[in-house]
């Protein structure tokens, strides 16, 4: 089942947020390292949980649940408003979504849970006005370049550079939005 997160869920957040950290590709997929994520407070995750659990806020975090209640993946999507600043500092020329946070458990990938949660996620971003939908992703994460292309996802030309790491950077990736979206 997919679903958005709910407040009271923080601890369940975090967890899941952990395991992707501790993720072979990790150092390639997320900015954060276990350490850092593990360092945090409890009330770091509850502020967290709680944005991303509000229908109408600028994120909406989505989840994967299986019948046994176990939480199997995850995608988070932004709002990012024409005229601002990205994390990066690059600007955002149109409202647009941003999905962060991507992971599925090794034992469900591939069996189209990952395009599930992309579903849930582009849905939201549409229902807010987006008018594209991107993602950031290094080049070397190809697990993850894979599903994002044939999930239509392009590149923008685009590059991010990643703080702290002369030389490296990442590419935008973006999906706009066509009359079979909706």
Known sequence: MIRPVLAEEWA???ELRLTALRDPVAHLAFLETYEEAAARPDSFWRDRTARAAQEAGAVRQFVAVTEAGQWVGTVAVLIEEAGTKDWAGLP????QGHL?????A???RGGGL???????????AWQRG???????????????????RKAGFVRSGVTVPLAGKP????????????????
Do not use: C, Q
């Open 130 to 148: 987006a008018e594209r939908v991107r993602l950031i992703v290094h080049p070397e994460n190809g697990r993850a370049l894979g599903f994002y």
């Open 106 to 108: 090794p034992d469900h």
């Open 12 to 14: 369940e957040v975090k």
């Open 167 to 182: 030389g490296e950077h990442e590419w935008e990736m973006v999906y706009e939005r066509s009359r079979s979206d909706g």
């Open 100 to 104: 962060i946070g991507v992971y599925v």
């Open 92 to 95: 955002v020329e149109r409202r």
């Open 114 to 124: 990952t395009r599930a949660l992309f579903a849930a996620a582009l849905e939201w």
